[in-house]
């Protein structure tokens, strides 16, 4: 149950504290939580629960106020809640009316927060935030061939892709089997405990020396490896047969155990594929027991060839961050643009003038597309390189400033906030983690520019006094004053 709450909006002035005095509305969170539109958003989120069933849910300011707060500070979800117990300006950002020494919630429930925060809703927050509107009040989504060569182009759209890495240990074949192999012995045990049976032979203690003989192995090579994988591989499946000829007692295994088998027999299935096929390549592949829905993404950056994690396409326009396209699965995001130029349209009725894009991005189809849309693409024409004249190497230069602003994003989102691991387990969590880095990113920017204009307002309104004062001045000395 949902139980929504008073439409007006919250006043650091009625906040109450009982020791006395006011709260400064010159701190930051009483700044950000005004250029948050709470209103719509709760408005928004209300609607995804029941209002008749189940304990009232916690109000949508407090579990989205934890949220940023979590990712704005680089907590943990323990000391998040013990920060909010301690800090009256947190308590008032998170929608409470007045300062209370007890914890809002319990910690455990900042994991549900991000599962009731899924990603359609962060996405429909995200878009609201960003560009002041939700995406449905410019356009619908099934309308994507409302523009041509003639709709009015504005602003500039900039696109990059890159991996938001998980928290998972560096997976190789060894170490995911000698898991595997564990895990599975762990299984065989609860059974037969079950049962009350004796256990089958497993070979444990072999499997686990032969295990740490082999990566004791300073450089082994191919021929070794190969072994010592097979070894592993048969360890494995001696203890899949012992565990399905007791299939009839599976209901004893708690939902993680149960869980970890599926997994380990589709990990068993792809190894044992590369194994026989002597290659290091298979679809979908199963890199953590513990989270198998990551995946290598292959990158070739300098000290990070292959990341794991998800691949995020976004859109930078204006200094604002969209993610158009979240996947755990490797694409090639060139084949991207075309949706994102269409979203372009459904948030602003408009075609960005030009493309910032980079190599991957500018081939036949792409050029082609945005030739037909009268949309300027970055960067030089396919084929052999041509002389370029001193305007082309100004504009080569000038789109080049351009696109580093989305690097600088990236980096922004992987150095100050906590894009650069994701450790959150679940993929709906991961997912929700993600957008909420995001969104704290845009709030970043939406403060910047609030303070650049109220700053702005100021000085024009200090330099528009003092030429009043000269004038005033020029004229009292006219008159002989």
């Not at 990712?71 to 998170?94: A, H, M, S, W």
């Not at 991005?361 to 037909?372: D, F, I, L, M, S």
Request: hydrophobic fraction near 35%; proline fraction near 4%; aromatic fraction near 10%.
């Amino acid at each position: 149950m949902y139980r929504e709450k008073d439409k007006s909006q919250l006043t650091f002035e009625n906040f109450h504290l009982p020791f006395g005095g006011r709260l400064d509305k010159e701190n930051r969170w009483i700044k950000l939580s005004q250029i948050i539109p709470w209103d719509k958003i709760e408005t928004m989120y209300a609607g995804k629960f029941s209002s008749t069933q189940g304990a009232p849910a916690k109000p949508l300011r407090m579990a989205l106020g934890a949220l940023i707060i979590k990712e704005r500070c680089g907590f943990t979800d323990e000391e998040t809640v013990e920060q909010i117990k301690e800090n009256p300006y947190l308590q008032y950002f998170i929608g409470q009316e007045e300062y209370s020494n007890a914890a809002p919630f319990d910690a455990s429930m900042m994991v549900h927060f991000r599962k009731r925060l899924d990603s359609e809703t962060m996405k429909e927050i995200n878009e609201l935030i960003a560009t002041g509107k939700i995406r449905e009040a410019t356009k619908k989504d099934d309308d994507r061939d409302d523009f041509g060569p003639g709709t009015p182009k504005k602003g500039k759209l900039i696109v990059d892709a890159s991996c938001m890495p998980s928290d998972i240990r560096y997976p190789n074949d060894m170490s995911l089997l000698d898991e595997a192999r564990t895990r599975t012995e762990k299984i065989i045990d609860e059974l037969c405990k079950a049962q009350g049976i004796k256990k089958p032979r497993t070979y444990r203690q072999n499997a686990r020396k032969h295990f740490i003989r082999f990566i004791h192995e300073k450089k082994p090579n191919g021929k070794k490896v190969r072994k010592a994988i097979g070894k592993q591989l048969r360890y494995v499946h001696r203890n899949l047969k012992n565990i399905g000829e007791m299939s009839d007692f599976y209901e004893v295994l708690n939902n993680g155990l149960y869980r970890d088998l599926l997994v380990i027999h589709e990990l068993y299935r792809q190894q044992k594929e590369m194994y026989d096929a002597k290659k290091h390549r298979v679809e979908s592949r199963i890199v953590s027991i513990a989270q198998p829905h990551v995946r290598p993404i292959v990158r070739g950056k300098a000290g990070a060839p292959v990341e794991f994690g998800a691949k995020v396409e976004v859109s930078l326009i204006d200094g604002y961050t969209f993610i158009d396209y979240l996947s755990w699965e490797n694409f090639n995001e060139s084949q991207c643009l075309k949706g994102q130029v269409e979203d372009y349209y459904k948030r602003f009725g408009c075609l960005p003038e030009s493309i910032h894009a980079d190599k991957i991005y500018r081939n036949r189809e792409n050029r082609n597309y945005c030739k037909g849309l009268n949309i300027r693409l970055s960067g030089p024409a396919l084929g052999r390189p041509a002389e370029l004249t001193k305007e082309e190497k100004r504009q080569m230069r000038e789109d080049n400033s351009v696109r580093n602003s989305v690097e600088g994003k990236f980096g922004q989102g992987k150095r100050r906030f906590g894009l650069s691991r994701i450790m959150a387990k679940l993929q709906e969590t991961s997912e929700t983690v993600i957008w909420i880095n995001i969104i704290v990113m845009n709030l970043e920017r939406r403060l910047a520019v609030f303070l650049y204009y109220f700053v702005h307002r100021i000085r024009r309104f200090i330099i528009s006094v003092k030429q009043h004062y000269r004038v005033s001045m020029t004229s009292m000395l006219a008159v002989g004053c």
